[in-house]
């Protein structure tokens, strides 16, 4: 809840800027001028870097016993208050093996933020120069010893925004739907659940939970990264878009700035394509292959579908999710996350999802968790209206909308009409599809024999993660209409 109102700040103030939201309250305290913060790379090209923040400064890291006295400049900066909501509907017809679902309904969440005046507080970047001009970093210090080379970059914090006031953040969500048959899940709405049963196959229930938020809690920050060579010498990176790194033993003889591990994944990559690469990311190092989630037991497909669906619904346990599943893939704890600051219902879901994700693996990383963990990645990189579209979208639309991009991606020219999948075919279902892709910047256009897309340049990355997005849940719920 805090981490989407301070992302919801971000993107208001700055969509394309420097700033970085933060995440957890409990990282406020280490985010101070001159902080040291970790910044970790993605596998994924699509994917924005991670942050996390530590509990040394720059002074810490740097051999000699005086301690760096950074200037620091104070202003106000502006008072926030905001509210987003919206309101969602949807049916979900299901039956597979011995399971059958019905579920029809329709709620609405809102996200209050008030966190009132706000100061600024800036480095004074010139200063910490002139006082750091002779001094080199400890290379034996245990936060560089433990830092992976190849993956991540040390930086300072450079401006903080704080609140100066106790301020708060609120989440309101309220749902009706009817079920018959097995549910497998009706807390979704978070904590504080309130429950009242009309008859045997009704149920309302709200939530509203209010986060108060102490007087001088950081919501955003931005860094400079620090060029670190293997003797100890070091350069911060001044000009908007420059990427540090660290030098390794491997690259003796290199100038220093190629010897430099860069992490950023928009920094020297090719354009993201419209259409979705066979087989390879862009990156060239890990394959973007879903087709292992379509051979999983119907069962263990039927479950896992309902679950992303609803996890598509709650931004922060997709989050939460997705590094969870980094994680298992690359066979690491995950200390980004604390499971216990996740409601009792999103921990119920991140667990149905693991267990789903993990279950028959022996030895290795499956090919299943793989895809489940490209699928999330793509997932959560969407915007909310697409999120929402998608969590909303049942199994026969998602087959339809997977037949019609695959054919779309495939031809350079218009298609004709006739092609469209039959579901497609109806109107309402036609303005589903548009809507869906719309929300990514991709406009369908038809007349009365041709059928043809338009993408805007804006678009970015987000048609490839749709079309992974779309592909992975076809695969998970293809057949699931069957009788």
């Known amino acids: 809840m805090f981490s989407k109102a301070t992302a919801n700040f971000v993107r208001e103030m700055e969509s394309e800027g420097s700033l970085i939201h933060v995440s957890r309250v409990n990282d406020s305290h280490k985010l101070v001028p001159m902080g040291l913060v970790i910044k970790r790379n993605r596998i994924w090209f699509w994917q924005r870097a991670k942050y996390q923040p530590t509990d040394f400064t720059l002074s810490d890291l740097l051999q000699g016993d005086k301690l760096l006295s950074p200037g620091v400049s104070e202003k106000e900066f502006l008072s926030y208050e905001a509210t987003y909501g919206d309101k969602l509907s949807g049916k979900l017809n299901t039956e597979a093996a011995s399971v059958s679902v019905k579920l029809e309904g329709q709620g609405s969440s809102k996200l209050q933020s008030c966190f009132g005046k706000l100061m600024k507080e800036e480095l004074d970047v010139k200063k910490l120069l002139r006082d750091s001009s002779d001094r080199q970093v400890d290379m034996q210090h245990m936060l560089v010893q433990q830092l992976e080379k190849r993956a991540e970059v040390l930086a300072v914090v450079k401006e903080r925004i704080l609140t100066t006031d106790s301020s708060s953040v609120t989440q309101t969500k309220k749902e009706q739907c009817t079920f018959q048959g097995v549910l497998g899940l009706v807390g979704m709405l978070g904590s504080s ?29 931005s860094v400079l990264e620090l060029e670190i060579k293997k003797d100890g010498r070091y350069g911060i990176c001044l000009r908007p878009g420059t990427i540090g790194g660290i030098e390794e033993d491997s690259t003796v003889g290199r100038p220093f700035d190629d010897s430099l591990h860069t992490v950023d994944g928009k920094c020297n990559r090719q354009t993201a394509p419209e259409t979705l690469p066979s087989g390879a990311s862009q990156n060239g190092s890990h394959d973007m292959d879903l087709s292992p989630l379509a051979e999983l037991p119907q069962s263990t497909r039927l479950a896992l579908f309902k679950r992303l669906q609803e996890t598509l619904r ?33 921990r119920k879901t991140l667990s149905a999802v693991l267990d789903s994700c993990t279950e028959d693996s022996k030895g290795g990383v499956p090919a299943h ?22 969590g909303e979208s049942s199994p026969d639309f998602l087959e339809a909308l997977d037949t019609l991009v695959c054919r779309l991606k495939d031809s350079s020219e218009p298609l004709s009409t006739q092609c469209l999948p039959i579901l497609l075919q109806d109107n309402q279902a036609f303005q589903q599809a548009e809507q869906l892709l719309s929300s990514t910047k991709v406009t369908l256009r038809r007349d009365k024999d041709r059928l043809w897309k338009e993408t805007e340049n804006q678009a970015g990355d987000l048609p490839v993660v749709l079309c992974l997005s779309i592909q992975g849940l076809s695969f998970l719920s293809k057949g699931l209409m069957e009788q």
């Not at 968790?369 to 998608?390: G, I, N, R």
């Open 193 to 221: 659940l309130q429950v009242c049963v009309k008859d045997s196959n009704k149920m309302e229930a709200d939530s509203d939970v209010s986060l108060e938020i102490p007087s001088g809690t950081v919501i955003a920050y």
């Open 369 to 390: 968790l793989k895809a489940a963990h490209l699928l999330v990645s793509a997932m959560e990189e969407l915007p909310d209206e697409t999120q929402s579209l998608l």
């Open 314 to 346: 709650d931004r922060g346990a997709l989050s939460y999710l997705q590094c969870l599943l980094e994680d298992l893939c690359s066979g690491e704890s995950c200390n980004m996350v604390n499971f216990e600051e996740l409601s009792e219902s999103q």
